[in-house]
T-cell receptor, first 117, second 113 residues
Framework: ETGVTQTPRHLVMGMTNKKSLKCEQHLGHNAMYWYKQSAKKPLELMFV???????ENNSVPSRFSPECPNSSHLFLHLHTLQPEDSALYLC????????????????FGPGTRLTVL | EDKVVQSPLSLVVHEGDTVTLNCSYE??????LLWYKQEKKAPTFLFMLTSSGIEKKSGRLSSILDKKELFSILNITATQTGDSAVYLC?????????????FGKGTKLSVIP
């Protein structure tokens, strides 16, 4: 595996379900990100992790809970989601975290298409 | 309010045409502007611009930043059907003591044979 991988690629869940999205990067990067991409809306940055430490949380509802056990893996735990949370969730990584260098190129994974019924 | 505005939102051209995509922004403490190409799912990086007037070029694609007028353009010459994609512009800036990154809504480019 190379680059940034995400699983599952598609997920359908009910509002009472609990599920997790997984992201793994094989690039040796130190920073990882979660983004949400909804139809007809700009890509939204949700969370930023630097060396496993969360550095940014852009006013994301608590029903989204990130976890970063090491610098290569990132999870997004989902519980009691709403239909409006249906979107494409993208993971990305960069060599350095934004706090050290905001000029980093980010490498994106293929995304998880989430549908909440 | 939108901090990053891209125009046009969609564009249809014929192969061989030249296109110019626009990205204007309104932020304080600007750090960088990035262009991405999104074909199916994952956006792929094209350019990062930090200084005014310096053109970045990669094959048929080029981009330039104007920090005085707060905009950037992405040019694609001799377009091909493989250029069909959504082109995303993003701006990084410092705000409230933390790092911020905001994307525009994107320009959907369709190149027809």
């Amino acid at each position: 595996e190379t680059g940034v991988t995400q699983t599952p690629r598609h997920l359908v869940m009910g509002m009472t379900n609990k599920k997790s999205l997984k992201c793994e990067q094989h690039l040796g990067h130190n920073a990882m990100y979660w983004y949400k991409q909804s139809a007809k809306k700009p890509l939204e940055l949700m969370f930023v992790y630097n060396f496993k430490e969360q550095t940014e949380n852009n006013s994301v509802p608590s029903r989204f809970s990130p976890e970063c056990p090491n610098s290569s893996h990132l999870f997004l735990h989902l519980h009691t989601l709403q239909p409006e949370d249906s979107a494409l969730y993208l993971c990305a990584s960069s060599q350095e975290p934004p706090s050290l260098s905001p000029y980093n190129e980010q490498f994106f994974g293929p995304g998880t298409r989430l549908t909440v019924l | 309010e939108d901090k990053v505005v891209q125009s046009p939102l969609s564009l249809v051209v014929h192969e061989g045409d030249t296109v110019t995509l626009n990205c204007s922004y309104e932020v304080t403490n600007f750090r960088s502007l990035l262009w991405y190409k999104q074909e199916k799912k994952a956006p792929t990086f094209l350019f990062m611009l930090t200084s005014s007037g310096i053109e970045k070029k990669s094959g048929r694609l080029s981009s330039i930043l104007d920090k005085k007028e707060l905009f950037s353009i992405l040019n694609i010459t001799a377009t091909q059907t493989g250029d069909s994609a959504v082109y995303l512009c993003a701006v990084t800036f410092s705000g409230a003591g933390s790092y911020q990154l905001t994307f525009g809504k994107g320009t959907k480019l369709s190149v027809i044979p």
